[in-house]
């Protein structure tokens, strides 16, 4: 499956414009194998730390449960997007990635990836931003997205 190649190859970017695109990004959507077949995706804050994918979540739910019964995930992300009327086109930044989802129990990865959380959203609050993180820690679950594959694609005009 990972050796498809994307049909207009020259809006591909390079592994490291992915990457750049990646932490540049905040919201995304995590698609998880659902019930009787069907696909399940969930629009989702995340960050991009250490070469994964973080999402935090509630401890319970049907993206939980699915997670449980198959890791298999793709998560995506439309970076930056622009309609061009005039051209009857768009321009955007986007990736979509593949991997395996896996449930953070150790603390110190927890704490650094919580950590990102605050200085991503809050970057003008963040000791308002840490103290609510103290305070919620010990419930939020976080979902790492551990990648096998992930293509980046842009077109700017």
């Known amino acids: 499956m990972f050796d498809r190649q994307m049909v207009k190859i020259k809006r591909q970017l390079s592994s490291e414009a992915t990457e750049e ?11 998880v194998n659902g019930d009787d077949g069907y696909p399940y995706g ?20 049907y993206k939980v449960d699915c997670i449980k019964r198959d890791s298999k995930v793709c998560f995506s992300s439309t970076v ?8 009857t086109t768009a321009k955007f930044e986007s990736f ?10 150790d603390a110190d990865e927890k704490r650094k990836v919580m950590t990102a959380f605050v200085d991503r959203l809050t970057p003008n609050e963040i000791a ?15 979902i790492k997205v551990t990648i ?9 005009g």
């Open 96 to 105: 979509i990635a593949f991997g395996k989802a896996s449930f953070v129990d």
């Open 128 to 142: 308002t931003g840490m103290a609510y993180l103290e305070k919620v820690f010990a419930s939020v679950n976080l």
């Open 148 to 156: 096998e594959d992930v293509k980046g694609k842009a077109y700017l």
């Open 42 to 61: 969930v629009p989702i804050n995340y960050v991009y730390v250490d070469g994964a994918i973080y999402c935090h979540s509630a401890g319970k739910g």
């Open 21 to 31: 695109l990646m932490l540049r990004g905040n919201h995304g959507t995590l698609s």
């Open 80 to 87: 930056s997007e622009e309609i061009v009327e005039k051209e």
